[in-house]
C-alpha cells in the first residue's frame, strides 16, 4: 500500500583492519586490539545541538563536508534523487513542506499542515506560511500539486512511481494516459489542496513520502517536458527552492555553494555562504586535523576513536533512521507491469542456504569491536530508533551459529564431494556464489573479506562479484538492472519516518531489490498499511508477525543498527541536529568569533 523516499545509505565504509581475522570473532568478542578490551560509546549521551550559546555573527561562511568516496549525481530534487548523497547536499537549500514530533508524526509547525479525514478518505493540505521560492515567486498549491503530476507521468523515468501513489484515486488513469488530470487531487484554493485515496492507512499521520512531502516550482517545472525531465537544469542545475539557502554555484560531482534565500518565510539565514563540498573517507580525519571543515555529514563511525577528541570540535550524536543488511538476488523486475517476479530456481531461492549464510557471519564482534558501541547487531528488519513496532525480542541472525549454519545446509543437500573443499548445490552441481559489495573506505575490502571466511568456513565458494569492490553508483545501477553478476549484496538503507517499509519489499516497490514476492509478505504489509492499522495494538502485532516472517525467510538479513555522529567546530551555533525540530535548523545555524 506504500511507497516512499528511501535513500541508499553511504558505501558501508566498515572497519575490519585487525581483530577479526576470521569469521569465529564472536567466540572472543571480549578482547581484541592485542588484548583490550573496545570501548563503547553510547549516542543517547551525545549532544545532539551544538553547545556555542553565542549569537552568531552576521556575514559568516560556513564549511562543510560530505564524507563519500564517489561522486555525487546531482539530481537536487526530492522527486528524481536516490541517494542519501544528493540528500546532504539539498539540506540547507531544501525543505520539507512538514515538520514532526518525536514519533514522526507530522505537526502543525511546518510550512504546510495535513489534516487526516479517515472517514471521508481524504487529506487536505494547506500552506501555513508566507513562503516563497527563491526566484520570488510564492509557494501555491500548484506547487503541491506538481510533484504528483510528474510522479504519476507515463514518462517518468523515477523510481518513486509505486503503491502510494496508485493509491490516490484517478492516478491510474493519468498514469495510463485515459486522463489528463489526476481526479483525486483537488485545488481548493490557492494555498489548499485536497487528495482523495482509495485506502487510508496510519503512515499518512507520518512525515514521510506516504503523503509526498515536497513541492515543486509548478511555474517551471509545468513547461519541462517529463521525458528527460531528470536531466534538466530546473533538476541539476538551475534549482529553485523555498529553504533558508539556494544553491548558487553546483560544480558538478564536487561541491555546492548556497548563499541566502532572500525571499526565506522564515528567520533571516545567518551565513553570507555555506559551501558543502566532497569529502573522501581516507582523509577526512586530517582535513578536521587542520580544521578545514566545520561541520561533517556522513562520518564514518569505524575510525571514532581517531577523531573524537580533536581539539575545536564536538561530536553530536544521534541514532540513525537506517540499518545495513545482507540481501539475496531472487528474481526481477518486470517493468511493463511495474513489479517484482520472484524466480522459485534462482540460485538463492532455498532458504535454508541463506538462513546459513546468515548464521554464519558474527555482526555483534564487527559492531562491538570495529564502531565502537555505534553500531548494534540488528536483531530484526525494524531497528529499534520505532520503539513502538521493533521486534526486542526477536533473536534474528544477530548471534553466530556456525553449527546451526552447517546442519541447515546439511539437511538441505548442500554437501561436498570427497576431497573438496566446498559444498555443491542439492543437484550435486558446483555452486559459486557472486557477492556484491561496495568501495569506500579503507576497511571496506577486508569486511567485505570477512563476510566471505565467514562463508568459506561453512564451506560455501562465495566470489566478490567483478572480482573486486564497486563503486556506489555502479553497485546500484547493478542491484536496480538486476545484474546476473550479483547473487548476493551487502548495502544499507536510509529509512523515511513511517516504520512501514512496503516501499522496500512490496511487489510493486522498484526498491524491492532482492524481488522477493510472495502472498505472506503482501498480506502482511498490507496488513501493517491497512486502516485497522489506525490501532496502534493492532499495527504493532503485524509488524511483530512480520519481522517473524522476514527472519524466517531470510530474503533479507539485517546485520546493524547505526548511530550517526556529526563533528561540528566550536565556532558553529544554532544548530539542532534532532528529528524533532519544529523549524529549520539551517536558518537558525551560524558562526561566531570563538576559534
Known amino acids: 500500500m506504500k511507497y516512499k523516499k528511501l535513500f541508499s545509505v553511504v558505501a558501508l565504509g566498515a572497519a575490519v583492519t585487525v581483530g577479526l581475522s576470521a569469521c569465529g570473532g564472536g567466540k572472543s568478542d571480549k578482547k581484541s586490539n592485542g588484548g583490550k578490551t573496545e570501548k563503547t560509546e553510547d549516542v543517547s549521551k551525545f549532544p545532539v545541538k551544538t553547545s556555542n550559546q553565542e549569537k552568531a555573527k552576521e556575514g559568516g561562511t560556513l564549511e562543510a563536508a560530505v564524507v563519500m568516496d564517489t561522486q555525487f549525481k546531482g539530481m537536487f530534487s526530492e522527486t528524481f534523487s536516490e541517494d542519501n548523497y544528493d540528500a546532504q547536499f539539498m539540506q540547507p537549500s531544501h525543505e520539507s513542506l512538514f515538520t514532526s514530533n518525536g514519533n514522526f508524526e507530522t505537526t502543525d509547525d511546518g510550512v504546510a499542515k495535513k489534516d487526516i479525514d479517515v472517514d471521508g478518505k481524504k487529506?487536505?493540505?494547506?500552506?501555513?506560511?508566507?513562503?516563497?521560492?527563491?526566484?520570488?515567486?510564492?509557494?501555491?498549491?500548484?506547487?503541491?500539486?506538481?510533484?504528483?503530476?510528474?510522479?504519476?507521468?507515463?514518462?517518468?523515468?523515477?523510481?518513486?512511481?509505486?503503491?502510494?501513489?496508485?493509491?490516490?484515486?484517478?492516478?491510474?488513469?493519468?498514469?495510463?494516459?485515459?486522463?489528463?488530470?489526476?481526479?483525486?487531487?483537488?485545488?481548493v484554493d490557492d494555498k489548499t489542496v485536497e487528495i482523495s485515496y482509495k485506502e487510508m492507512n496510519p503512515g499518512m499521520k507520518q512525515t514521510s513520502e506516504t503523503v509526498w512531502t515536497s513541492a515543486m516550482p509548478s511555474h517551471i517545472f509545468k513547461d519541462i517536458p517529463v521525458k528527460g525531465m531528470e536531466s534538466s537544469d530546473a533538476v541539476r542545475k538551475n534549482i529553485v527552492t523555498f529553504g533558508p539557502y539556494k544553491m548558487e554555484k553546483i560544480n558538478t560531482g564536487e561541491s555546492v555553494e548556497y548563499t541566502p534565500n532572500e525571499y526565506y518565510y522564515g528567520e533571516k539565514p545567518k551565513l553570507s555562504k555555506i559551501t558543502m563540498r566532497v569529502a573522501p573517507s581516507s582523509s577526512i580525519v586530517e582535513s578536521l586535523k587542520a580544521k578545514k571543515y566545520d561541520m561533517v555529514f556522513s562520518m564514518p563511525t569505524d575510525n571514532y576513536p581517531n577523531y573524537k577528541d580533536i581539539e575545536g570540535y564536538e561530536i553530536l550524536g544521534r541514532q540513525d533512521l537506517a540499518y545495513t543488511y545482507i540481501g539475496f538476488k531472487l528474481g526481477k523486475w518486470d517493468?511493463?507491469?511495474?513489479?517484482?517476479?520472484?524466480?522459485?530456481?534462482?540460485?538463492?531461492?532455498?532458504?535454508?542456504?541463506?538462513?546459513?549464510?546468515?548464521?554464519?557471519?558474527?555482526?555483534?564482534?564487527?559492531?562491538?569491536?570495529?564502531?565502537?558501541?555505534?553500531?548494534?547487531?540488528?536483531?530484526?528488519?525494524?531497528?529499534?530508533?520505532?520503539?513502538?513496532?521493533?521486534?526486542?525480542?526477536?533473536?534474528?541472525?544477530?548471534?553466530?551459529?556456525?553449527?546451526?549454519?552447517?546442519k541447515l545446509l546439511d539437511e538441505a543437500g548442500y554437501k561436498k564431494k570427497d576431497g573438496e573443499e566446498f559444498r555443491r548445490d542439492p543437484k550435486g552441481e558446483k555452486l559459486e556464489i557472486n557477492?556484491?559489495?561496495?568501495?569506500?573506505?579503507?576497511?571496506?575490502?577486508?569486511?567485505?573479506?570477512?563476510?566471505?571466511?565467514?562463508?568459506?568456513?561453512?564451506?560455501?565458494?562465495?566470489?566478490?562479484?567483478?572480482?573486486?569492490?564497486?563503486?556506489?553508483?555502479?553497485?546500484?545501477?547493478?542491484l536496480k538492472n538486476d545484474s546476473p553478476d550479483v547473487d548476493v549484496y551487502q548495502a544499507a538503507w536510509g529509512l523515511s519516518s513511517d516504520p512501514s517499509q512496503s516501499g522496500l519489499y512490496g511487489p510493486k516497490a522498484a526498491f524491492n531489490y532482492t524481488r522477493f514476492v510472495s502472498d505472506e509478505n503482501t498480506k502482511l504489509l498490507n496488513e501493517i498499511d491497512s486502516e485497522k492499522s489506525f490501532d496502534g495494538k493492532y499495527r504493532t502485532d503485524k509488524f511483530k508477525e512480520w519481522q517473524e516472517y522476514v527472519a524466517d525467510e531470510a530474503f533479507v538479513i539485517p546485520t546493524l543498527f547505526r548511530d550517526a555522529v556529526l563533528p561540528v567546530s566550536d565556532k558553529v551555533t544554532g544548530f539542532d541536529w534532532a528529528y524533532d525540530v519544529t523549524s529549520n535548523p539551517w536558518s537558525h545555524v551560524g558562526v561566531t568569533d570563538k576559534k
Open 123 to 187: 487529506i487536505t493540505i494547506t500552506i501555513t506560511k508566507d513562503a516563497k521560492w527563491s526566484d520570488g515567486k510564492p509557494l501555491v498549491a500548484d506547487d503541491i500539486i506538481q510533484p504528483y503530476l510528474i510522479i504519476g507521468n507515463k514518462d517518468y523515468s523515477g523510481i518513486r512511481y509505486g503503491e502510494d501513489f496508485q493509491n490516490i484515486v484517478g492516478m491510474d488513469e493519468y498514469h495510463d494516459g485515459k486522463a489528463d488530470t489526476i481526479s483525486g487531487i483537488k485545488k
Open 335 to 406: 517493468g511493463a507491469k511495474g513489479e517484482s517476479v520472484y524466480n522459485p530456481d534462482s540460485k538463492m531461492a532455498n532458504k535454508s542456504l541463506r538462513q546459513a549464510m546468515g548464521y554464519a557471519i558474527d555482526n555483534a564482534a564487527v559492531a562491538n569491536k570495529f564502531y565502537n558501541g555505534l553500531r548494534q547487531p540488528a536483531n530484526a528488519i525494524v531497528p529499534p530508533i520505532f520503539d513502538e513496532f521493533s521486534d526486542k525480542s526477536l533473536v534474528g541472525y544477530s548471534k553466530q551459529d556456525i553449527d546451526k549454519a552447517n
Open 435 to 478: 557477492f556484491a559489495s561496495m568501495s569506500g573506505g579503507e576497511t571496506a575490502q577486508p569486511l567485505a573479506e570477512y563476510y566471505m571466511d565467514c562463508w568459506k568456513e561453512i564451506g560455501l565458494d562465495v566470489k566478490l562479484s567483478t572480482g573486486r569492490l564497486i563503486e556506489f553508483q555502479s553497485f546500484y545501477d547493478k
